[in-house]
């Protein structure tokens, strides 16, 4: 059948096969995703952060190829046809994606996600790509595993592999991402031996000879550990917090003349900027607003809030202005008035309450036998880490560069409006006390001790 041998900087060599995966990634719908960068507008903020869903989507191809050479050492036969199909999803897992695609669909929520069951039907099934996957014969078996159709519950492991709590894709962007910006942390390859299926789904074997391994726990934690730390470092920096606010504003402002969502499908991250400011830049906010980013003259913060507010103001301040898009323009127009600045020189940014956190759902199987969800095994460091992850929500109100001289009077208007004093000052200074590793997770943001 042959194959092809890629080098990738994080595993090495990797191996696709000529037929049927190497024929997906050279198609256009494929190729496109070398133009769109994995973590946005990261590199803003990291400079090495170039790398794009293209490597990624290869990378994931070879740790679900992983994880089945592992289950089939642990006991579990894995089908030829199924090990095909589970790595031609996991090759295909984002061919959905638009660019800036997190930014747009979960921060701003301007469209919708990018992995719902309608989107992923309409990209495996159209153009070169979708000829060559009905071609392959694996069409109907790749479908339900991207959730598109169902699974049997005893073959949903197949889905697991792909896109569970741990999966294909987390081990390979957390190692891709903490590499390429620059982070001295990596998890355990060790993670390989754990895998198992219990009960139709991809779980983690934590027992052997009927004792429990601790070890294999710890590893575990140390992932969510490694995705909590990209989080506060990364993913939720307030630089590339503020860079992908400005290019939101500017598809806002497009959407506002006529953009549809179809309209990004076919984009890479450069087509998408060029199509603004070639159809859409007589828009003036939109133009002085990409020519900023372009020239990375970020917005700056002016006014933070943090999770160390009252939980209910926090859900009320989600609600407004997470979900509420026309609230969230409608008051920084009213910030822009109160402040003489022009449309687009405030920003207000606010996230969801649960910061994008999966749910540790994973099976653990025990010494005694049982098997039990990762999550109500009651393990002390992965509860902190969980609630250390909602302490990263921070309300933003950004404005421009060059009206930072009118920061401190921006902070006064945005304290009136909202009805809470700034935290920036005492963000700043490292002073603001969350969260304590001897606290309850519920009692975060309310507790003694350090972030």
């Not at 170039?50 to 642990?74: K, M, P, Q, W």
């Not at 339900?144 to 697991?160: H, M, S």
Request: charged content about 30%.
């Amino acid at each position: 059948m042959g194959e092809k041998v890629i080098r990738d900087p994080i595993w090495g060599d990797l191996v696709l096969s000529a037929e049927p995966e190497m024929r997906l990634v050279d198609t256009p719908e494929f190729q496109r995703l070398r133009g769109i960068k994995q973590l946005g507008a990261a590199s803003l903020v990291y400079p090495g952060a170039h790398h794009t869903r293209f490597e990624h989507s290869l990378g994931t191809t070879h740790v679900a190829g992983r994880i089945l050479d592992a289950l089939e050492r642990t006991g579990h036969p894995v089908d030829a046809r199924d090990r095909a199909a589970v790595r031609v999803a996991a090759l295909l897992h984002d061919i959905t994606h638009i660019p800036f695609g997190h930014t747009f669909e979960d921060e701003r929520r301007i469209f919708g996600r990018h992995d719902t069951p309608a989107r992923t039907a309409r990209f495996l099934e159209s153009g070169e790509l979708g000829r060559r996957l009905r071609a392959s014969g694996l069409e109907e078996l790749v479908k339900p595993i991207l959730k598109v159709g169902d699974l049997p519950p005893e073959r949903r492991w197949l889905r697991d592999v792909v896109s569970g709590t741990v999966c294909a894709d987390l081990l390979d962007y957390l190692a891709r991402d903490a590499f390429h910006c620059g982070i001295a942390a990596r998890w355990d390859e060790r993670v390989f031996r754990t895998f198992a299926v219990e009960g139709g789904r991809l779980a983690i074997n934590a027992e052997k000879r009927g004792i429990l391994r601790q070890d294999v726990l710890t590893e575990v934690v140390n992932l969510l550990r490694l995705r909590y730390t990209l989080s506060e470092r990364v993913y939720f920096h307030h630089g590339k917090v503020a860079a992908g606010a400005m290019v939101s504003k500017a598809v806002e402002c497009a959407v506002g003349d006529g953009l549809k969502l179809d309209d990004l499908f076919g984009l890479r991250d450069e087509g998408l900027l060029g199509m603004l400011a070639t159809r859409f830049g007589k828009n003036r906010t939109l133009r002085k607003t990409l020519d900023r980013f372009l020239a990375r003259d970020l917005h700056k913060r002016c006014y933070v809030l943090t999770a160390a507010i009252d939980p209910a103001r926090r859900r009320e301040l989600t609600e407004l202005y997470h979900q509420d898009r026309a609230r969230r323009e409608r008051d920084e127009a009213a910030l822009e008035k109160t402040l003489k600045l022009d449309p687009g020189d405030v920003i207000i940014y606010c996230p969801s309450e649960k910061m994008q956190l999966k749910e540790a759902k994973i099976p653990v199987r025990l010494g005694d036998g049982h098997c039990r969800p990762l999550a109500e095994l009651g393990i002390r460091e992965m509860e902190v880490l969980h609630a250390k992850h909602r302490e990263l929500w921070k309300l933003y109100v950004f404005i421009a560069g060059d009206h930072r001289d009118r920061a401190e009077a921006a902070s006064r208007a945005c304290a009136e409006l909202f009805g809470e004093p700034s935290q920036l000052e005492v963000l700043k200074s490292g002073q603001l006390r969350l969260f304590s590793s001897d606290a309850r997770p519920e009692d975060s943001g309310r507790s003694e001790g350090s972030d």
